[in-house]
Nanobody
Framework: VQVVYSGGGLVQFGGSLRLSCEVSGSIFSIYTMAWYRQAPGKQRELVAQ???????NYADSLKGRATISRDDGKSTVYLQMDSLESEDTAVYYC?????????WGQGTQVTVSS
């Protein structure tokens, strides 16, 4: 499995970013997909997931500020984040929500400046 990320970067407090993750080498449409993040010195955590039918769930830390979506035709999952806070600074990854693939890719860095 290969994962290609885009959309991260440096953003000011209160700003927005849209992350993209394109997956190849595996069937995509049959899996619940998720976004994870790993902040410096912390464990990787699941922050948003989207089922095959489009149902979504969010960690409390992002609830109300993020929208996860997917395009199965493009094998891509997106994460729109608004009202970004310093605590959102992390490397963001996508993977299956259950039984993640071994390959995570490099992730995409999100840095929120105050």
């Amino acid at each position: 499995v290969q994962v290609v990320y885009s959309g991260g970067g440096l953003v000011q407090f209160g700003g927005s970013l849209r992350l993209s993750c394109e997956v190849s080498g595996s069937i995509f449409s049959i899996y619940t997909m998720a976004w994870y993040r790993q902040a410096p010195g912390k464990q990787r955590e699941l922050v948003a997931q989207i089922g095959t039918g489009g149902g979504t769930n969010y960690a409390d830390s992002l609830k109300g500020r993020a929208t996860i979506s997917r395009d199965d035709g493009k094998s891509t999952v997106y994460l729109q984040m608004d009202s970004l806070e310093s605590e959102d600074t992390a490397v963001y990854y996508c993977n299956r929500a259950i039984g993640p693939w071994d390959s995570w890719g490099q992730g995409t860095q999100v840095t929120v400046s105050s």
